[in-house]
């Protein structure tokens, strides 16, 4: 049998459909697949070159996702809004919806996540890492003292600045340039 690289899609797709495999096992059996404590994902395991970690691709798929304005909400937004602990009656799309963008991504990639809505409760899952495509990077806003923040995935960085593919960005799912001196963190994620 000839052996060959797979692609971008290709990998990524493998990655998803184990991930999932790893959640419906894990439910069969009552375990919290979730919760569970695991190894980092290693510099080994993420695609070299061009490809991209599944998180980062799961994300990439989502760009163009936007608020609608009005009384009607964006169904995809209530979604990544659902995988949070936020009680229903603030699932719309007028609630500030990055750190639940993130959750989504890295709850469907079969990673852990934070059930809150927060962008700063970020700075405490998965392992402090530096700057690096795909880590999880959280923002202040405000203030660096505030509780408030913004968090996205890093898919470019300048020594000034730093590329987040992430939600709420201009009420969509787009590509956008922050300071570094508003990073308080970044992170990267640990296997579900």
Not at 60 to 71: S, T
Not at 142 to 156: A, K, L
């Amino acid at each position: 049998m000839e052996r060959r690289r797979l692609n971008e899609v290709e990998l990524g797709n493998v990655y998803l459909a184990l991930a999932a495999a790893h959640r419906t096992m894990a439910a069969n059996y009552g375990l919290l697949a979730d919760h569970l404590k695991a190894p980092v994902v290693s510099e080994d395991e993420v695609p070299t070159g061009q490809h991209e970690v599944p998180w980062l691709v799961l994300a990439r798929r989502e760009l163009g996702q936007r608020e609608i304005r009005g009384e009607e909400d964006n169904p995809r937004i209530t979604e990544y809004l659902s995988r949070t602990n936020l009680p229903e009656k603030f699932h719309r799309d007028e609630t500030a919806w990055c750190g639940a963008f993130v959750t989504w991504c890295c709850k469907e990639a079969g990673v852990l996540y934070s059930s809150q809505a927060t962008a700063r409760s970020w700075l405490s899952v998965g392992e402090k890492c530096t700057v690096r495509k795909g880590a999880i990077c959280v923002l202040w806003r405000n203030s660096p003292n505030s509780w408030e923040g913004h968090v996205g995935f890093v898919v470019d960085w300048k020594p000034d600045r730093v590329l987040l593919l992430g939600g709420n960005q201009g009420n969509a799912v787009t590509e956008k340039w922050y300071p570094t001196s508003r990073v308080l963190g970044y992170r990267w994620p640990v296997r579900a």
